[in-house]
C-alpha cells in the first residue's frame, strides 16, 4: 500500500500548479522507489513504457510541420476562408458544423484527424475568430472575446471527440469495458452492443453542445456591444485629457 503515495505526489503536483510531465515522473520514480526497485530498474521501466507507447508521442512529431505551416501563413489562409464563405457562417454556425465533423470523424475511428494541435490552433480558432471579426465590422476582437472564442473552438473539438469515439467499436474504452465485463461476471457482451448505445448518448451531446454554440453568436454580439461602447468612452476621455493639457499648457 505504500506504493500509492506516488499518487499523493501526482495530487499534490497538480494541486500546486507544477509541470505535468514533472510531476508525473517524479511520482514515477518515488513509486518505484518505494517498491524497491533500483534507480536502473526504474529508468529500464520508463524506456520500456516509453517505447511501449511510442504512439502516444507522435504529437511530437505534427508540432514542428504545424509550426512551419503557421509560419507560411496557414492561420491567415483560414481566416481568408472563412471570410469568402458569406456572413451567413456565422462562429457558433462554424463552430457547431465542426462539433458535428468531429463526431462523425471519432465515430468511425479518426480520432487523430483533429485536436488542439493539428486543427484548432492552425485552422479552427482562426476562422472562428475571423466571422466574429466580421460581424465586428472587420475590426479586431477584444482580447477576452478573441479568448472566448478560441475557448468555444478548443470545446467543440473536445466534445466532438469525447462523445464520438464511443460509438467506434474498437476503442480502447469499448475494448476494455467488454475484457473487464465478460471476465468478471461470465457474460458475452459485444463490443458492438455499447457502440450502438453510445449513439443517444452522442446526438444528446451535439443537440446540447450544439445549442450552446449557437447561442454563442447573440452572446458575442451583446459583448461586441458593450466593449466597443466602452472603447469609444475611453478614447474620448483620453482625447479631452489630451484637449486639456494642451490648453493648460498653452
Partial sequence: MIVLLGVLVVVLGFATRRNPLLVVGVAGIVTGLLGRLSP??????????????????????????????ERNGLQQQARTLIAKLGSKLTTGRFLTLYLLVRQLTAAVGLQTIGGPAQSVRPMIAPMAEAAAERRNNGQPLPEKIREKVRAHAAGADTVGVFFGEDCFLAIGSILLITGLVNSTYHTHLEPLHLALWAIPTAVCAFLVHGGRLLRLDRTLERELVTANAQMAVAHEDAHSRGTEKGRTVK
Fill in 40 to 69: 536502473l530498474e526504474i529508468l529500464r521501466t520508463f524506456g520500456e513504457s516509453f517505447a511501449s507507447s511510442r504512439s502516444v508521442t507522435i504529437f511530437a512529431i505534427t508540432l514542428p510541420v504545424i509550426g512551419l505551416l
